[in-house]
C-alpha cells in the first residue's frame, strides 16, 4: 500500500504572515488591493516554505532541492523574508 505524504501548507503559510504582520506579509502580494495572488519574490519565499515542507516529511527527498539557509531560517524563525 503506497501512502501519500501531507503537508500543511494553508498552516504553515498563515502562522508565518500572522507572525511577522500585515504590513511585512504584503510585500508579497501582487499588487495593491490583491492579496490572493503573489509577486514573483512572493512565489520563491512560498515556493521555499513548500520544499521544507516536503523535506520535514520526507527527508530522504532533501537531495533533490537547493538549499536557501538564509530564507529558511527567516520562514522558521518568523523574520520577514
Do not use: C, Q
Amino acid at each position: 500500500m503506497t501512502r501519500s505524504t501531507i503537508i500543511d501548507l494553508n498552516a504553515a503559510s498563515l502562522a508565518y504572515v500572522n507572525a511577522i504582520g500585515r504590513d511585512a506579509s504584503w510585500v508579497y502580494n501582487w499588487g495593491p488591493g490583491d492579496n490572493t495572488h503573489l509577486n514573483p519574490y512572493g512565489e520563491v519565499v512560498f515556493g521555499r516554505m513548500v520544499i521544507d515542507l516536503i523535506i520535514r516529511a520526507k527527508p530522504d527527498l532533501e537531495s533533490w532541492f537547493t538549499p536557501n539557509k538564509t530564507l529558511s531560517d527567516a520562514l522558521w524563525h518568523n523574520l520577514p523574508a
